[in-house]
């Protein structure tokens, strides 16, 4: 895969961005996870056009993007000492925050609850769209509601180019794409729940992604519990998402082994075997061996960017090895996880 190397959105087109958002409508942007389809938090009818655009259900709730230095007391009730930790340690950067929804803000975003995602991306392009926004606000306190900019569902973009794929009638009408490069981290943010402190309930970790929870325990002294059944939902954390339109299977080294000598393979058609571990020196003709990064973090990198590429190769089936189930994978384990229930019967 060659790497993205359109020149980042000028200061025009960010003012320009910004004037969109700040008339109701969407703009697709850059950040270190995943590019955003945005529109004004603050404005019901933005928030709609993103759920219409994107097909997403109505209650699935979105992330508001903040300009670094924001005033979090604008957007959420109670700001409990764990998050303000967090933010010391990774703000800007690839973690939400879900805390209690400040009375004022609009339930759009969060799928109705009482509860806000909020998070302060580190991508510059997006810091500059975040900080002109907020400048066309009488109170500097903008905030853009920012899913992936993908359909509901299906693979995120980690560049441009995949979101003006994604969406050619909406670029064709005119929705700006700011341009920023392919994304840095590649995979959506760490969500952590942080809106029942006040009821005696500790961080919990909705959604796992770059920072680990790991890192979340180093700062907090205590490891983030999984979601438990009075969880806020939030996004990404269907347990089918994130999936090409190829189907895709998750298999074990054993199965990709016998795949390669031609068992289980469909008669008709290529399946392509995306894998960590090293190619077998003869595979039958049918079978394409995509080779993968060991690593979790540049494997997260390529994911997305890779899983859209063979989508568009005509194969009959995706195999994905699956990674060890060890914490430094779990974020991977969860994306890939959830893109193979996509097609589990």
Known sequence: MVPETEDEATDAQIAHAARVLA?????????????????????????GRIYAAKGRPSDHPVIVHVAPGADLTYW???????????????????????????????????????????????????????????????????????PSANRFGHVSPTRAEHVRAEFPDEVAAGMPVLQGGASAVGIESTIVDLSRVDEGIGPVLL?????????????????????????????????????????????????????????????DGRTVAVAYTPRPLEIDSRLVWQPVAADPALYAQALYALLRELDGLGYARILVEAPPRTPEWAAVNDRIGR???AFEV
């Open 207 to 267: 959604r796992p992604g770059h920072i680990s929870a790991t890192d979340i325990a180093r700062v907090l002294g205590t490891a983030p519990a999984l979601p438990d059944a009075a969880a806020p939902r939030a996004s990404g954390t269907l347990r089918a998402h994130y999936a090409p339109r190829t189907p895709l299977a998750l298999v074990s080294r054993e199965q990709l082994d016998a795949a390669a000598v031609g068992i289980g393979l469909p008669p």
């Open 339 to 341: 893109a193979a229930a």
């Open 23 to 47: 008339r109701g409508q969407l703009v697709a942007f850059p950040t270190e996870t995943v590019y955003g389809l945005g529109g004004d938090a603050e404005n019901p009818l933005a928030v």
């Open 76 to 146: 959420a009730a109670d700001i409990p000492p764990q998050a303000h930790a967090l933010i010391d340690a990774f703000w800007p950067g690839p973690l939400t925050l879900i805390l209690k929804r400040a009375p004022h803000i609009d339930p759009a975003v969060s799928g109705g609850q009482n509860s806000v995602g909020v998070r302060c991306p580190s991508h510059p392009v997006a810091q500059r769209l975040l900080r002109a926004f907020a400048g066309l606000h009488p109170n500097g306190q903008g905030g853009v509601a920012g």
